[in-house]
């Protein structure tokens, strides 16, 4: 396992300042969860970044269906 270097923690830093700017700045958290994946590639692999982004689709997705059972049954 290699060790973080200063350049790694800078990444992670501009990551999160990336995530709050777009979820501020745009409001949406489908664009801030997809530049916070495209972040996460570059200090991690591309496979974990795009693992993420399909578990919060899959989970928007399941979201939207309970909210359109709860709207049905009231």
Do not use: N, P
């Not at 990336?18 to 591309?46: E, H, P």
């Not at 919060?56 to 997705?61: I, N, P, V």
């Amino acid at each position: 396992m290699r060790e973080l270097k200063i350049t790694d923690l800078e990444r992670i830093g501009m990551t999160w300042s990336g995530f709050i700017t777009y979820w501020t700045g745009f409001g949406s958290i489908l664009l801030a969860l997809q530049m916070l994946c495209l972040k996460a590639s570059w200090f991690s692999s591309r496979f974990i970044a795009m693992q993420v982004f399909i578990e919060f689709e899959a989970c928007r997705m399941m979201f939207h269906l309970v909210s359109l059972v709860v709207l049905q049954t009231s």
